[in-house]
């Protein structure tokens, strides 16, 4: 066997050597991060479980809480509608009790201190109901000497005790769960940075094997393909050129992608985050709840509203959006969106001084989405609503006999539409607003288009307000 044709041998063990490690890396990197998911998805589901036993106990304890009050207005006053609030907890007590036996089930310990919770939780509601039988029966003053002589508190402080307890244990077991959760983690991220370190060397071995062995054969037959390699050269030219457009092309993609990631980031984050702070405020201080409810409403639609965004650009890019066509009436259907902007909490439209002016006239069937076609108009309305500070707001629906279609014109007398913006108005990921995600009106062409119809928008020539205006085939 020759020299030569030994080193292509060795090459090529060597080159397969290079391909295979990296895969078997990888696969293992793979096993290990699936492992970690389903790891992941037990604790997830632990961790609702500690958190629905901790709220399960502390209903269980404000039960009891709202049961002594109740049996105290009773007691101090002889007025029966004091009981009240000692009846509705004493009547739920029994399901809070059967739910948290649901959620400690399997956990000897808990069910152990459970067991004594719930001896403790009937002594002292015999305790209460022969109080509030003693003042029936006996007036307040044998029902306050009967109270000094027993044992109510001393029960009570040992109900309390027992639910920290149990409360503790479930704390002590979420911090396990996260540690165990973070050492997972850590040791996953070291084992895909050995896992790319290794690779990444292997692969530079075998690059530079392969180079080597490539260059040599190019020496020997270089003087035969000459003419070939220029050939290829010019041609390899063209193909850089037009590499170069698709770079720049996929790099401001990549810039709008970016910027619509950090703005729907954003815009995701401001509506969670106030969720979360009327959710505790709700819970601190229930008397206020009316104002929290309305505010935690508002940040949810417009949370829903947002998903549901994200949601339709995804199926448009996968050519998954479905038209269920029927038959309504366009005036109906626009009359319909002005009343729920009228009427939403979380409309623009209630912090300004704007008239929105629309007169039917004859019905003007079409065949279309009606869910759609109310989400375009919505989509219009708002966002006139957004950059109109003050003024009116028109909407016009006219019937094309001639061109079989009705036309929709929405105009407003806002700040109109920024020239920077007017070359890709229905551009996806091109907001010039600090809120947004820019995608509202790409969704509202592709709907549009989706019908056969056609959409514009563009500056008044009044030089005050913008205009957008569709149209539908009837």
Do not use: C, W
Request: glycine share 6%; net charge neutral; proline share 2%.
């Amino acid at each position: 066997m020759s020299l030569n044709n030994r080193r292509r041998i060795s090459s090529s063990n060597l080159i397969l050597i290079g391909i295979a490690i990296p895969v078997i890396t990888l696969f293992v990197v793979f096993i290990q991060t699936y492992e970690s998911i389903l790891s992941n998805q037990e604790q997830t589901k632990s961790v609702i479980e500690s958190h629905e036993t901790i709220n399960s106990l502390k209903d269980v304890l404000i039960s009891m809480i709202n049961a002594e009050t109740g049996q105290r207005g009773y007691i101090i006053t002889g007025n029966l509608s004091y009981l009240e609030p000692y009846k509705s907890p004493v009547a739920n007590l029994d399901n809070q009790l059967v739910t948290l036996n649901t959620l400690i089930s399997g956990n000897s310990g808990q069910e152990s201190k459970l067991g004594q919770l719930i001896s403790l939780i009937d002594e002292r509601l015999s305790i209460l109901n022969s109080t509030i039988q003693t003042r029936y029966n006996d007036g307040y003053i044998a029902t306050a000497e009967a109270i000094v002589a027993g044992s109510g508190k001393l029960v009570m402080d040992q109900i309390r005790n027992t639910v920290s307890s149990m409360t503790l244990e479930e704390e002590n077991y979420l911090q396990k769960i996260t540690r165990e959760s973070q050492t997972k983690q850590q040791n996953l991220l070291l084992t895909t940075i050995a896992g790319l370190l290794i690779s990444i060397i292997v692969s530079g071995i075998t690059l530079f094997v392969t180079y080597s062995s490539l260059h040599q054969r190019h020496v020997q037959i270089q003087n035969l393909l000459e003419s070939e390699v220029q050939k290829r050269t010019e041609e390899l030219a063209l193909a850089n050129e037009q590499l170069e457009k698709n770079n720049e092309e996929l790099k401001r993609n990549d810039e709008l992608q970016k910027e619509f990631i950090n703005t729907a980031a954003h815009e995701l984050r401001t509506p969670s985050q106030a969720i979360i702070g009327f959710a505790e405020l709700l819970n601190k201080s229930p008397k206020r709840n009316r104002g929290y409810e309305e505010t935690l409403l508002r940040n949810a639609n417009r949370l829903h509203r947002l998903s549901t965004d994200i949601l339709d650009v995804a199926r448009i890019e996968a050519g998954t959006m479905k038209i269920n066509k029927s038959q309504f009436d366009l005036n109906e259907k626009i009359t319909n969106v002005i009343n729920d902007v009228k009427q939403a909490s979380s409309s623009d439209i209630k912090n300004k001084d704007i008239e929105i002016i629309f007169h039917p006239g004859n019905p003007i069937l079409v065949n279309a989405d009606k869910a759609k076609i109310f989400q375009v108009i919505s989509n219009l309305l708002d966002n006139s609503i957004k950059f109109t500070n003050h003024g009116a707001i028109i909407i016009t629906a006219k019937q094309n006999d001639s061109s079989n279609e009705s036309v929709i014109t929405i105009t407003d007398t806002g700040k109109g539409i920024d020239a920077g913006v007017v070359p890709y108005l229905f551009q996806k990921f091109r907001p010039k607003s600090k809120t947004g995600t820019g995608i509202g009106l790409y969704i509202t062409k592709k709907i549009i288009e989706a019908h056969r119809g056609t959409i514009k928008g563009y500056n008044n020539s009044a030089g005050k307000g913008a205009t957008f205006s569709f149209t539908l085939p009837i």
